[in-house]
């Protein structure tokens, strides 16, 4: 017992709902997401995932090559790597059909991490809120346009 002793801690780290900060990025890293149509049609599909998924969206930031953004598994019946292919694909789809978007969309990885702790959360959240500030396209995070909360904060 004494050589698993570090592992005690991962005991704590269980979580029935646990929350993720996810960041996806567009295929070849065009920049294709900056606008209001596009916005419209991302937001859509997070609104959409409690109900298909079991997974709440809090927070986003649309950038114009990436995606940021926080979600909780409420139900526990769809893994995480399932319910971001399902966004992904269900996004391309409308984002093809309505703005003419050419496949691939998005790259087929993505980065996911869980938040630990509302320090945690915090701390991520503060990247991604001055995301755009970083990137030089806004001088306070509150003008960029393409950002968000679905069902929390």
């Not at 890293?29 to 596009?38: E, F, G, I, N, Y």
């Not at 995606?67 to 319910?83: A, I, Q, R, W, Y």
């Not at 320090?119 to 393409?146: H, I, L, Q, R």
């Amino acid at each position: 017992m004494n050589d698993r002793k570090h592992l005690h801690r991962l005991f704590w780290t269980w979580n029935d709902h646990p929350r993720y900060y996810i960041s996806i990025c567009v295929k070849e890293r065009r920049k294709l997401l900056a606008s209001a149509d596009v916005h419209e049609i991302l937001r859509d599909h997070w609104i959409k995932s409690l109900d298909l998924y079991g997974w709440a969206i809090g927070s986003y930031v649309i950038m114009p090559d990436h995606v940021h953004f926080f979600c909780t598994d409420v139900e526990g019946k769809t893994p995480l790597n399932k319910m971001v292919g399902a966004w992904k694909q269900w996004s391309t789809k409308s984002l093809c059909r309505q703005l003419n978007f050419k496949t691939p969309v998005w790259q087929k990885e993505f980065f996911d991490h869980l938040l630990r702790s509302d320090e945690s959360y915090s701390e991520k959240w503060d990247y991604v809120w001055n995301n755009p500030v970083k990137a030089g396209f806004v001088s306070n995070p509150e003008d960029w346009d393409f950002y968000g909360h679905i069902d929390y904060e």
